[in-house]
């Protein structure tokens, strides 16, 4: 993983000592709440129902042993004993006292991480396919550019203030496992039919109330002018986003409403100033990036067949193998998924005892690195498949290997009415409440990779749009429904979910999932995943299902 150099770490404890006067002086009644506001954000504090909440950055979701262990430490000594990792690949503390930030912005500092703009209206943490660097289908590993993302973007003058907040997503693979195309900007490492690597470049993606699918904006960028050509898009995007309406901010209102091609000719002339500023980058620039991401040392040689012997011997820890862990380009190694979906936990939460746990199993059998995922769980990225049964072990004992992962138990879930002060009902309940369906685990893996997701508002912090069953939590004069939408998905083809019919009340959220499944269990073909049997069938046979003749 990146190192921080001295002026990394320079950088980030002058800021927090910036704020830790900002925030006495805030406490103080030096500061008014309007004056203090952007400060907190900009240093990812909110304000939520209940208590602040802080989120933390993890750039492109990898962590150190040593910070998943100040993790748990900040978790115990100034929370409730447990933080919840996000789709962004963040995590969050729910709980802490505003007093007491500063010192958790502090002991973060100690391990090099911060939580500059997880929050506000500038560029957020730099997203990354969890899978980067191991995937068999990877064209390259992206994780180098993010970091000089990241780098690029922290503190950026220029981009501090923007009309509202900007997403960036890479990947490097042949597959979209960062949801590239609902992001502000998705960049895809593909070669051109030169051989010569650079950015697909896709611009005006987004969820929340109005969901867009990005368009390309350059079918290919050499990877030499990446900074000046994203320099170009923040320009364009700087002046011309909307700033009157914030439901109108993000880029994708103003792609929309340029339309592609008109967007493109003012990034297009953009560029051509930006190009005359900005230093394309050198191949030895990004060689010193990339050294910080070289493969670890494996072991040439694994046992496997001690591997094949336990799977035989243990149907649990051969359930999984095959549910939990996925294939890695080196031979003799798997990528571990570590599950935060036990059937009873909110999906994504991580008590201190479970952070701690993993950071010595990650130190044992993981190379030290622990990432995390889209989807609101760990990944152990390196196991040796000798390993694997001994790392399964450690994982049972910390309640950390429900063996879930590609299956509908596998929820996306945003903390809802139980913490946000944006929602309109509760998720996590409803989590629960889908969960006491999926007690057959057969039943639950034959099913396969249905994925769900569920969101407490329109601001789709759970990915409800893309959800191959997307749920929805709308108010209605002071009662919790649920929108039921189906066949969106994230991955090889974005599509956004198609609603069903009218919205069902919490109590039959749960059975009207079970009558969706069921029609996917009747009507699909061999190999075809639910998105697939939602486009041949449509809606009608779902809707038929689930309201008899009601709500055509």
Avoid at 111 to 119: F, G, L, P, R
Avoid at 183 to 209: P, Q, Y
Avoid at 497 to 510: Q, Y
Avoid at 514 to 528: F, G, Q, T
């Amino acid at each position: 993983m990146y190192q921080y150099d001295t002026f990394d770490r320079q950088l980030v404890r002058e800021r927090v000592a910036d704020f830790r006067e900002q925030t006495a002086r805030y406490l103080a009644g030096e500061l008014g709440e309007e004056e203090f506001k952007p400060l907190r954000l900009m240093n990812g504090l909110y304000v939520q129902r209940f208590a602040p909440m802080l989120r933390v950055a993890i750039p492109y979701g990898v962590l150190s042993s040593a910070q998943l262990r100040m993790l748990a430490s900040i978790a115990r000594r100034y929370d409730r004993g447990y933080g919840h990792f996000t789709t962004r690949q963040n995590v969050q503390f729910n709980w802490p006292a505003l007093e007491r930030v500063p010192d958790i912005l502090a002991d973060l500092a100690s391990v090099d991480m911060h939580a500059i703009q997880t929050s506000g209206n500038c560029i957020r943490n730099i997203t990354c396919d969890h899978l980067a660097g191991v995937a068999p289908d990877e064209i390259a590993d992206p994780r180098p550019y993010c970091e000089l993302l990241r780098q690029w973007s922290t503190l950026h003058p220029e981009f501090a203030y923007l009309p509202r907040k900007f997403k960036i997503a890479v990947t490097g693979a042949r597959r979209d496992r960062a949801a590239t195309e609902v992001h502000d900007v998705g960049l895809r490492l593909i070669e051109n039919e030169s051989g010569e690597l650079g950015f697909e470049v896709l611009a005006g993606g987004g969820l929340g109330r109005t969901p867009i699918i990005g368009k390309v904006l350059r079918a290919f960028l050499p990877r030499r002018d990446l900074l000046s050509y994203l320099q170009a898009i923040m320009r364009v995007y700087n002046l011309e986003g909307r700033r009157d309406n914030k439901y109108k901010a993000r880029i994708k209102i103003l792609v929309n409403a340029l339309g592609i091609e008109e967007f493109r000719r003012r990034v297009e002339a953009e560029w051509r100033i930006a190009r005359r500023h900005v230093a394309p980058l050198e191949a030895d620039e990004i060689d010193a990036l990339g050294a910080h991401f070289r493969p670890p040392p494996y072991r040439p040689l694994v046992d496997t067949a001690s591997f094949e012997a336990g799977k035989a011997a243990d149907p649990a820890f051969a359930r999984w193998v095959r549910a939990n862990t996925t294939g890695h380009r080196q031979p003799g190694y798997r990528a571990a998924f570590v599950s935060l979906k036990a059937p009873v936990v909110p999906p994504g939460d991580m008590t201190a005892e479970q952070m701690e746990g993993t950071a010595l199993l990650a130190e044992r059998y993981g190379f030290g690195l622990v990432r995390t995922t889209h989807d609101q769980n760990l990944l152990l990225a390196d196991v040796a498949l000798d390993d694997l049964h001994a790392l399964w072990q450690g994982l049972s004992a910390l309640d950390l290997a429900t063996p879930n992962i590609g299956t509908p138990a596998n929820m996306i879930c945003c903390p809802g009415l139980d913490f946000c002060s944006l929602a309109n009902a509760e998720s996590i309940s409803v989590a629960r409440q889908i969960n006491a369906l999926f007690d057959d685990l057969d039943y639950l893996h034959d099913l396969g990779d249905v994925r769900i997701k569920i969101s407490g508002c329109m601001n789709a912090c759970g990915h409800h749009h893309v959800g191959h069953i997307g749920i929805l939590g709308v108010d209605k004069k002071g009662e919790e429904w649920y929108q039921l939408t189906i066949g969106g998905s994230a991955e090889e083809r974005t599509r956004l979910g198609r609603k069903i019919g009218p919205s069902v009340p919490k109590a039959e959220v749960a059975r009207t999932v079970a009558a969706i499944l069921d029609v996917y269990i009747e009507r699909r073909r061999p190999e075809e995943t639910f998105p697939e049997t939602v486009e041949r069938i449509g809606v009608a046979p779902f809707r038929e299902r689930v309201y008899g003749g009601e709500g055509r």
